[in-house]
């Protein structure tokens, strides 16, 4: 039985719905290339800066238990120009599978230049990076998404100078998921990529000493530790919004990419398991996602998309948001 895995997310068709979330292996075109040759819908760039940066002192990632990763990178990259001239080269190269260019800035001036270059270098999609610092109206260091009347004037700022569709991640981390989801989508985001962000830790017991660089000795958790946690937040978001939801954090094989386009996600990304398993890993989850649909006789993928919320109540649980 052929089965058919494409995925519609607004004007936009992938042709499944893996897709390289932004994240290190997306540090140079010629790694998004291997990414898309190896069968990914779409794959992203690592987050991009208008200037150069270095990121956090070494070691910015420890390896976890479980499949989990513990990042405190710092957001380094080679800059939006030097990886403007080397997706030239390479943009022509990646055929079949959309490419996402993720930008972050510091004010809206920046992220509006930002998007206008990721847009002129072929992106298919942008990727609106909001959970980094930046100076707020009120002067002080915060992120974009505590202030939500400065992050719907960046995102219709954005929405006015390109065309190109913009997907934006956002974080549960200050208890108002649900309240980002709804200003994206009144702002004019084309797709919204909510993503539970948990602040970990880890030790070296011989020293006491937190195995990360960076000063605080803290970082993100990512993995498949994430997961159940991520099916809940893309059940309330999508139950919260009419905009498409992309999944992202904790997917870590086919048969978790079914669950969340069952939870109502039209696609997922993943990083973090590919860091474990290398790029010959699409394969595997594509087939496993094959073979999900052929023992049920499913035709298309998307009929799977949003059946678990038909069993779940109108109203969101929720505590956690809070």
Same mark, same amino acid.
Request: hydrophobic fraction near 40%; glycine fraction near 10%.
């Given at each position: 039985?052929?089965?058919?895995?494409?995925?519609?997310?607004?004007?936009?068709?992938?042709?499944?719905?893996?897709?390289?979330?932004?994240?290190?292996?997306?540090?140079?075109?010629?790694?998004?290339?291997?990414?898309?040759?190896?069968?990914?819908?779409?794959?992203?760039?690592?987050?991009?800066?208008?200037?150069?940066?270095?990121?956090?002192?070494?070691?910015?990632? &420890?390896?976890?238990?479980?499949? $989990?990763?513990?990042?405190?990178? !710092?957001? #380094?990259?080679? %800059?939006? /120009?030097?990886?403007?001239?080397?997706?030239?080269?390479?943009?022509?190269?990646?055929?079949?599978?959309?490419?996402?260019?993720?930008?972050?800035?510091?004010?809206?001036?920046?992220?509006?230049?930002?998007?206008?270059?990721?847009?002129?270098?072929?992106?298919?999609?942008?990727?609106?990076?909001?959970?980094?610092?930046?100076?707020?109206?009120?002067?002080?260091?915060?992120?974009?998404?505590?202030?939500?009347?400065?992050?719907?004037?960046?995102?219709?700022?954005?929405?006015?100078?390109?065309?190109?569709?913009?997907?934006?991640?956002?974080?549960?981390?200050?208890?108002?998921?649900?309240?980002?989801?709804?200003?994206?989508?009144?702002?004019?985001?084309?797709?919204?990529?909510?993503? &539970?962000?948990?602040?970990?830790? $880890?030790?070296?017991?011989?020293? !006491?000493? #937190?195995?990360? %660089?960076? /000063?605080?000795?803290?970082?993100?958790?990512?993995?498949?530790?994430?997961?159940?946690?991520?099916?809940?937040?893309?059940?309330?978001?999508?139950?919260?919004?009419?905009?498409?939801?992309?999944?992202?954090?904790?997917?870590?094989?086919?048969?978790?990419?079914?669950?969340?386009?069952?939870?109502?996600?039209?696609?997922?990304?993943?990083?973090?398991?590919?860091?474990?398993?290398?790029?010959?890993?699409?394969?595997?989850?594509?087939?496993?996602?094959?073979?999900?649909?052929?023992?049920?006789?499913?035709?298309?993928?998307?009929?799977?998309?949003?059946?678990?919320?038909?069993?779940?109540?109108?109203?969101?649980?929720?505590?956690?948001?809070?």
């Amino acid at each position: 039985m052929a089965v058919d895995l494409s995925v519609h997310i607004g004007n936009i068709v992938l042709r499944n719905p893996i897709i390289l979330g932004p994240g290190p292996l997306g540090r140079r075109p010629t790694s998004m290339r291997r990414f898309a040759e190896a069968g990914c819908g779409a794959v992203a760039s690592k987050t991009l800066s208008s200037q150069p940066w270095k990121g956090n002192p070494e070691p910015k990632r &420890v390896r976890l238990p479980y499949g $989990a990763l513990l990042n405190a990178e !710092g957001a #380094p990259n080679i %800059g939006i /120009r030097a990886f403007s001239e080397q997706m030239k080269k390479t943009r022509s190269e990646i055929r079949d599978c959309k490419v996402i260019v993720s930008v972050v800035g510091k004010t809206i001036e920046e992220f509006v230049s930002m998007a206008v270059e990721a847009g002129k270098m072929g992106a298919d999609i942008i990727d609106l990076d909001i959970t980094c610092p930046n100076v707020s109206d009120k002067g002080e260091i915060d992120s974009w998404q505590k202030d939500l009347g400065l992050l719907e004037r960046l995102v219709r700022s954005v929405r006015r100078a390109v065309k190109v569709p913009l997907w934006i991640k956002f974080i549960s981390a200050y208890g108002t998921l649900l309240s980002i989801a709804k200003t994206l989508e009144k702002a004019g985001a084309d797709a919204v990529v909510p993503f &539970v962000s948990i602040g970990a830790m $880890a030790i070296d017991p011989e020293t !006491g000493r #937190p195995l990360l %660089g960076c /000063r605080q000795g803290v970082g993100v958790l990512t993995g498949a530790p994430l997961k159940h946690a991520e099916l809940k937040a893309v059940a309330d978001v999508c139950r919260t919004v009419n905009v498409p939801v992309i999944a992202t954090g904790g997917c870590s094989s086919g048969s978790d990419v079914i669950e969340f386009l069952l939870a109502g996600a039209r696609a997922v990304e993943t990083h973090t398991v590919f860091m474990y398993e290398g790029v010959g890993y699409v394969e595997r989850m594509i087939a496993e996602m094959r073979e999900y649909l052929e023992k049920r006789g499913i035709p298309r993928i998307e009929d799977l998309v949003g059946r678990t919320p038909e069993y779940l109540p109108k109203e969101t649980f929720t505590f956690w948001y809070r």
